[in-house]
């Protein structure tokens, strides 16, 4: 029973520790971090996500570090941004932090070093996120995106995903299945960064204006899509 409880302390203080470190990063730090990874993500020759793609989407989700559980806790969880567009399809929004978390997303991953990066392919897709809580998989659809500057007839069944999920570990930039992991509103986070309460459908879909934090990942967002194409503003 000693030894049992033993386990289960530490158990305990493994996960409550990774945690803290997770949340350590500031609003603003984790938006820069944001704009950091997108840009590194979408700079790599022939390895970034496709254009055509992100020219089509309604948002962007950016977790700039995803933490995974230790011992024999076996969940996964980070802290990112969501990044809509204007209604006009031009340029992007004030973002509206976002919490991933996940017990078992589908891909061998381990370590501090995990980026995810989300797009949400239509208006259904977009107004999942404005939920207390959205599972992937089963309340939108997510699939594996595509790796390269353009996607192509063998990514045509993924193409009909509500989102599309990438990852980067290491260097290492795949598409990765993400059922089963949720998205949650980082509520306190958004309070910090905006001075009051506002719940995401207020921060993607309303007239909040972007903080002088979130400048750079607007900016960082319209250097690699500052309007969304013709086909995607048409066919919703």
């Known amino acids: 029973m000693k030894g049992l409880a033993l386990a289960s302390s530490l158990i305990i203080v493994t996960t409550v520790g990774v945690s803290t470190t997770a949340k350590a990063a500031t609003p603003d730090e984790n938006l820069n971090r944001s704009s950091e990874v997108f840009s590194e993500i979408m700079s790599a020759p022939d390895k970034g996500i496709p254009q055509d793609l992100l020219d089509k989407a309604q948002c962007v989700i950016i977790i700039p570090e995803l933490l995974k559980g230790a011992f024999l806790v076996g ?3 980070g802290h990112g941004f969501a ?10 929004g004030a973002p509206a932090a976002m919490k991933l978390e996940g017990g078992s997303v589908g891909f061998q991953l381990g370590g501090s070093d995990t980026q995810l990066v989300l797009l949400v392919m239509n208006r259904h897709g977009m107004d999942e996120l404005t939920r207390d809580k959205v599972t992937l998989g089963a309340d939108a659809s997510v699939a594996a995106g595509p790796v390269g500057r353009s996607a192509n007839a063998q990514t045509d069944l993924k193409l ?7 990852s980067r570990t290491k260097g290492a930039f795949a598409g990765v299945a993400l059922n089963g992991a949720s998205l949650r509103p980082d509520k306190s986070a958004n309070e910090k960064l905006y001075g009051r309460p506002l719940n995401t459908r207020e921060i993607l879909m309303g007239d909040v204006r972007p903080t002088t934090g979130a400048k750079p990942l607007i900016a960082t967002l319209d250097r690699y899509s500052s309007r969304q194409g013709e086909a995607s503003r048409t066919e919703h």
Not at 83 to 92: F, L
Not at 160 to 166: G, N, P, Y
């Open 75 to 77: 969940g996964e969880w």
């Open 83 to 92: 990044e809509c567009r204007n209604a006009d399809g031009r340029g992007w």
């Open 160 to 166: 009909s995903a509500q989102m599309l999920a990438w």
